[in-house]
């Protein structure tokens, strides 16, 4: 059953080219609603646990230094049929292939930094949306 919240996190790459405004612009644009949102950073240790399911996989510490790298701005979004209205709205993994008008498509520069994550089901977004924000700082 779909839920109306999701998770996203802009990414060092968007938040070092000073797109934070922008994107959260778009996001607000396309009828989400913003519940929790701060500007952090991860050590390579928080990246690594946030990204722990893909421990086993080629890019995971390269993804886990690219995550350490700088700032992020993790947030927790609301609006019906969040998970996939969301992932709509980000584009495609590879900017390349974002279709035109998604966040991706505009702000990111390949692959590997690609501007923003968007939860990829309602589970993920509630544990991910857990790992950045205690139920206090949701409103």
């Known amino acids: 059953m779909a839920t109306n919240r999701t998770f996203t996190m802009i990414k060092p790459d968007a938040t070092g080219a000073n797109n934070v405004g922008a994107i959260t ?12 949102m701060k500007k952090t950073a991860l050590s390579k240790e928080l990246a690594g ?15 886990c230094a690219y995550m350490s790298s700088g700032a992020i701005v993790p947030m927790i979004l609301e609006k019906d049929n969040a998970v996939e ?11 390349a ?11 990111a ?3 590997e930094a690609n501007a923003i994550h968007g939860s990829d089901s309602d589970e993920n977004a509630a544990i991910e949306g857990a790992f950045f924000f205690s139920q206090f700082e949701q409103f």
């Open 97 to 107: 292939k974002a279709a035109p008008g998604t966040i991706r498509n505009l702000f």
């Open 109 to 111: 520069k390949s692959i």
């Open 85 to 95: 209205d969301f992932r709509k709205l980000i584009g495609a993994t590879d900017p």
């Open 25 to 36: 612009k778009m996001i607000e644009e396309a009828g989400f609603r913003i519940i929790a």
């Open 49 to 63: 646990k946030f990204y722990a399911i893909h421990k086993e996989r080629p890019f995971y510490n390269d993804l």
